[in-house]
């Protein structure tokens, strides 16, 4: 008998640049759950979106698990995983929140944020994003996105107006095209990814994407065992680069450990009550 276990390292920073650090994440291995916001909007609205999104995420996974019966928040899919429905259903809760709360106060009008979330259940990766903060996994030396951005400079990617190459360039590179807050309803992107012991999974805002190159993160990640040494190595490179976003980035390292009988039996023993 197997189990995962996660060990993970974290870092924000404001950058060189803005005024504001309007980034927020959660990182709880416990629960197998991590997520980046990027909060958009004048005076301070950028900050109070992403961090009511992740107030709103965490509360409603955390109420879900406790009771599995709580009505889901929009549509299921049947194609995915209920862990997975579970977190599009949070996901769309911080939407109708955020959106909410932007109605009610002028100086938070257009308020919004990007979302990328994952969460380890059963040995699936659960995914949820909206936005442009990304999940990379690194798997047998090799780095792969497991998101894809919602932007116009994408948009253009894939109709073949843009170069990938021209990306970092493109004066329109911050626009997105889905963020959580700025409309009553949101399409949220959904993905799932078996995991594999050694999987390291990377979460980030684009602060961290617009100055490091996929490349580089995977070098960074590879030189090191230490996840938090790791994150914060990539927010001295993204500040290094520039500085010119706020940067936040969590890697998540998974491992299968065998639960021998006697850790079996005890589990058995001592476990509460259901």
């Known amino acids: 008998m197997h189990h995962w276990h996660i060990t993970h390292g974290a870092a924000s920073d404001i950058g060189l640049v803005r005024r504001l650090n309007e980034d927020r994440y959660h990182a709880d291995t416990d629960a197998g759950l991590f997520v980046v916001c990027d909060g958009m909007g004048g005076h301070q609205a950028g900050e109070v979106a992403s961090s009511r999104a992740i107030e709103l995420i965490v509360q409603h996974v955390t109420e879900?698990?406790?009771?599995?019966?709580?009505?889901?928040?929009?549509?299921?899919?049947?194609?995915?995983?209920?862990?997975t429905n579970r977190l599009a259903s949070a996901v769309r809760l911080a939407n109708h929140?955020?959106?909410?709360?932007?109605?009610?106060?002028?100086?938070?009008?257009?308020?919004?944020?990007?979302?990328?979330?994952?969460?380890?259940?059963?040995g699936i990766l659960s995914i949820a994003h909206v936005g442009d903060s990304r999940l990379y996994l690194i798997r047998d030396g090799a780095a792969r996105l497991l998101t894809v951005d919602h932007s116009l400079v994408q948009q253009q990617i894939q109709s073949g107006l843009l170069a990938a190459a021209d990306r970092a360039r493109a004066s329109h590179r911050h626009v997105l095209t889905r963020a959580v807050g700025v409309h009553p309803l949101v399409d949220v992107e959904l993905g799932e990814c078996?995991?594999?012991?050694?999987?390291?999974?990377?979460?980030?805002?684009?602060?961290?994407?617009?100055?490091?190159?996929?490349?580089?993160?995977?070098?960074?990640t590879l030189e090191s065992t230490d996840p938090q040494a790791i994150a914060r190595r990539l927010v001295a490179l993204s500040n290094a680069a520039g500085g010119t976003d706020n940067v936040t980035v969590i890697v998540a390292q998974v491992t299968q450990r065998h639960q021998g009988f006697w850790n079996?039996?005890?589990?058995?023993?001592?476990?509460?009550p259901v």
């Open 64 to 83: 879900a698990d406790a009771d599995p019966s709580l009505p889901l928040i929009g549509m299921a899919r049947p194609e995915f995983t209920p862990a």
């Open 97 to 122: 929140r955020v959106h909410e709360e932007a109605a009610r106060r002028v100086d938070y009008a257009g308020m919004g944020t990007t979302v990328v979330a994952a969460r380890l259940h059963g």
């Open 194 to 220: 078996p995991v594999l012991t050694g999987d390291i999974f990377l979460l980030c805002s684009d602060g961290l994407t617009a100055g490091v190159s996929a490349d580089m993160m995977l070098r960074v």
């Open 264 to 272: 079996r039996l005890c589990s058995h023993w001592f476990s509460p």
